[in-house]
């Protein structure tokens, strides 16, 4: 079956970088387009990057241009989330759903908190 699991989330001081991985598994992975989506406290879900499947064209919501990098190593069906100067907004869990435009399947999420 298809599963996604996030990881590298953890608690970090404003400036600070994480890496976010997500492991893909029960799918041809480079088949699809991968996302990552964050979901703040008490606040609804917020689209974060695209990466294409065929070409590795990547998108990013302007709150986090500049900062954050999505990647993907098909070989090793991983997606990545480089994450650096870390604001407090942006702390939140972040998920790596399948699919582009519609999401199909997501992963448990895997938490990020930007705290002095």
């Known amino acids: 079956q298809v599963l996604l699991v996030e990881s590298g989330g953890g608690s970090v001081q404003p400036g600070g970088s994480l890496r976010l991985s997500c492991v893909a598994s029960?799918?041809?992975?480079?088949?699809?387009?991968m996302n990552w989506v964050r979901q703040a406290p008490g606040k609804g879900l917020e689209w974060v990057s695209t990466?294409?499947?065929?070409?590795?064209?990547?998108t990013y919501a302007d709150s986090v241009k500049g900062r954050f990098t999505i990647s993907r190593d098909n070989a090793k069906n991983i997606l990545y989330l480089q994450m650096n100067n870390l604001k407090p907004e942006d702390t939140a869990v972040y998920y790596c759903?399948?699919?582009?435009?519609?999401?199909?399947?997501w992963g448990a999420g895997t938490q990020v908190i930007v705290s002095s």
């Open positions: 990466i294409d499947s065929l070409d590795s064209k990547t």
């Open positions: 029960g799918f041809t992975f480079d088949r699809y387009a």
């Open positions: 759903p399948r699919g582009w435009p519609g999401y199909d399947y």
